[in-house]
């Protein structure tokens, strides 16, 4: 069954500094495909980066950047120069390609917290 | 602003009541997810619909149920509520029924009393 994992429940920087949310995720499907989410204090869900499992190229957008690592099963998310607006909680997210498990199964999340 | 549009935002109501939540997905999707988030929980999938059919059922209790539309938008019922179903329930659409991100609506914060 697809499982994913996020080991950090809550991890606090001061502003500029460069922080790392692990992601570990488990499947059976060669084919699969992994997100991030990020959820503010407002409450929404939003989308910041999709992945499929044939493209381990990692992805730099703007101060966001993304390791994919299929050998590890892990898809980590590093901000840098952390900013007090990066405060939110963020959730790894994976779908698999089979019929009926195509659905985001997320994990538990990370509560950044970005003090100025 | 992810163009997806959830009603009401904010519900609240008695234990054994209905409610029905109300979505409307992004213009030209066709896949509408229903998720419920809360604290002992977490981000739990409930259903998912694509142009108008059934595709997959997660977690989703007898109790409640969906349906989409023709003109896709798409309604989740909760029936007998009880004080655990307290959660914000988020709609979110995608493009294809596999592998497209989805985008979430703000959410319904449905509190039972």
């Known amino acids: 069954a697809q499982k994913v994992t996020q080991a950090q429940t809550e991890i606090s920087v001061v502003e500029k500094e460069d922080v790392t949310l692990d992601c570990v995720y488990e499947?059976?499907?060669?084919?699969?495909?992994l997100f991030w989410y990020k959820q503010p204090p407002s409450g929404e869900l939003v989308f910041l980066i999709r992945r499929n499992s044939f493209d381990e190229q990692n992805e730099i957008s703007g101060r966001y950047s993304w390791n994919f690592q299929k050998s590890t099963s892990s898809f980590n998310f590093t901000i840098t120069a952390s900013q007090v607006v990066d405060s939110a909680v963020y959730f790894c997210a994976l779908s698999e390609a089979g019929e009926g498990r195509r659905a985001l199964t997320f994990g538990s999340g990370t509560r950044l917290q970005v003090q100025p | 602003d992810s163009g997806v549009t959830q009603t009401p935002k904010h519900l609240i109501t008695a234990t054994g009541q209905r409610v029905t939540l109300r979505c409307s997905p992004r213009s030209g999707d066709l896949s509408v997810y229903w998720y419920q988030q809360s604290l002992d929980q977490g981000l739990q999938f409930l259903i998912q619909?694509?142009?108008?059919?059934?595709?997959a059922k997660g977690n989703i209790l007898e109790r409640f149920s969906a349906q989409q539309f023709p003109d896709l938008h798409s309604e989740l019922n909760l029936s007998s509520l009880e004080l655990g179903d307290s959660a914000l329930y988020f709609c979110?659409?995608?493009?294809?029924?596999?592998?497209?991100?989805?985008?979430f609506g703000q959410g319904t914060r449905l509190t039972v009393v």
């Open positions: 619909y694509y142009n108008g059919e059934e595709r």
């Open positions: 499947t059976r499907d060669t084919t699969y495909y």
């Open positions: 979110a659409s995608s493009v294809r029924a596999q592998g497209a991100e989805a985008f």
